[in-house]
Nanobody, 128 residues
Framework: VQLQASGGGLVQAGGSLRLSCEASGRTFSSYGMGWFRQTPGKEREFVAGINWSGGSTFYANFVKGRFTISRDNAKNTVYLQMNSLKPEDTAVYYC??????????????????????WGQGTLVTVSS
């Protein structure tokens, strides 16, 4: 699976961006997907995840109520709608894919180690 993230850019605090991650291959609909972010000198941190069908999602506390993850399996694409952006949201955002494994059909991976494939990252900069 190859993942291509896009949609990053420069936005003012309080603004919105929508990130997209398009996957290659015919198995996308069976993969759990996640978004992570990383800033220099810090570990990659979980932002949001979604199970294979889109029926189950999970968010990091710091984005609850502001970000929404969704997917369109017909387009092999997962999205991250980011609203009410803050300067502390500035980071490189990565999408990741998780092969079907233990945890059940509603399980959402929440740690980087649970994901098998990674995109190249897209930079989001939020100015104050």
């Amino acid at each position: 699976v190859q993942l291509q993230a896009s949609g990053g850019g420069l936005v003012q605090a309080g603004g919105s961006l929508r990130l997209s991650c398009e996957a290659s291959g015919r198995t996308f609909s069976s993969y759990g997907m996640g978004w992570f972010r990383q800033t220099p000198g810090k570990e990659r941190e979980f932002v949001a995840g979604i199970n294979w069908s889109g029926g189950s999602t999970f968010y990091a506390n710091f984005v609850k109520g502001r970000f929404t993850i969704s997917r369109d399996n017909a387009k092999n694409t997962v999205y991250l709608q980011m609203n009410s952006l803050k300067p502390e949201d500035t980071a490189v955002y990565y999408c990741a894919a998780r092969k079907p494994s233990s945890g059940g059909i509603y399980y959402v991976g929440k740690s980087a180690g649970e994901y098998d494939y990674w995109g190249q990252g897209t930079l989001v900069t939020v100015s104050s």
